[in-house]
T-cell receptor
Framework: DAGVTQSPTHLIKTRGQHVTLRCSPISGHKSVSWYQQVLGQGPQFIFQYYEKEERGRGNFPDRFSARQFPNYSSELNVNALLLGDSALYLC????????????FGPGTRLTVL | GENVEQHPSTLSVQEGDSAVIKCTYSDSASNYFPWYKQELGKRPQLIIDIRSNVGEKKDQRIAVTLNKTAKHFSLHITETQPEDSAVYFCAASSMGGGADGLTFGKGTHLIIQP
């Protein structure tokens, strides 16, 4: 079975730009969650989607948005990038949601210059 | 929302000794408590999890205990090996769709001394 996949692996952007990160969950999993991990910290919850609907949102500004597609893959969009958005963005998939076992993808390392 | 505190931030033990990492949580509605291991530059990997209807769970050298009354849970690693060196994160989540996702602690850097 293929695990959770994310693309791209690394990304370098400048302040003010926009970025789109992609995630494909494990086959059969209907829930995708996004987390931001700043160096030296634990992952911080951004969004959860289940069956293409937003089920939860963390404490992030409206510059962050996401969506889930009919095939359960997901995109995370960040507008008007700030230096502080530099982080590892992790996608996690599960069958049912946050109280179900979540499996993380390898992440996308975003650097904002 | 939920708040998870994790201690210690760094733990150094001799190979073969036991390691214990402790976490406390604030939301009494939380009922799912996973532990993740993250090696440098890699993804967090689930090593064990426990739900609120169980007080203890064991998987080979790894065990987790949960005290719902005191709102704390702990990870125990016995007979530590060099490959156990990594950062370990505890997390908590509540039922009801998990609207807040998993709330993570700040991590414990476990160092196994040869």
């Amino acid at each position: 079975d293929a695990g959770v996949t994310q693309s791209p692996t690394h990304l370098i952007k400048t302040r003010g730009q926009h970025v789109t990160l992609r995630c494909s969950p494990i086959s059969g999993h209907k829930s995708v969650s996004w987390y931001q991990q700043v160096l030296g910290q634990g992952p911080q919850f951004i969004f959860q989607y289940y069956e293409k609907e937003e089920r939860g949102r963390g404490n992030f500004p409206d510059r962050f948005s996401a969506r889930q597609f009919p095939n359960y893959s997901s995109e995370l969009n960040v507008n008007a990038l700030l230096l502080g958005d530099s982080a590892l963005y992790l996608c996690a998939s599960s069958k049912l949601g946050a109280t179900d076992t979540q499996y993380f993808g390898p992440g996308t390392r975003l650097t904002v210059l | 929302g939920e708040n998870v505190e994790q201690h210690p931030s760094t733990l150094s033990v001799q190979e073969g000794d036991s390691a214990v990492i402790k976490c406390t949580y604030s939301d009494s509605a939380s009922n799912y408590f996973p532990w993740y291991k993250q090696e440098l530059g890699k993804r967090p990997q689930l090593i064990i999890d426990i739900r609120s209807n169980v007080g203890e769970k064991k998987d080979q050298r790894i065990a987790v205990t949960l005290n719902k009354t005191a709102k704390h849970f702990s990870l125990h690693i016995t007979e530590t090996q060099p490959e156990d060196s990594a950062v370990y994160f505890c997390a908590a989540s509540s039922m009801g769709g998990g609207a807040d996702g998993l709330t993570f602690g700040k991590g414990t850097h476990l160092i196994i001394q040869p």
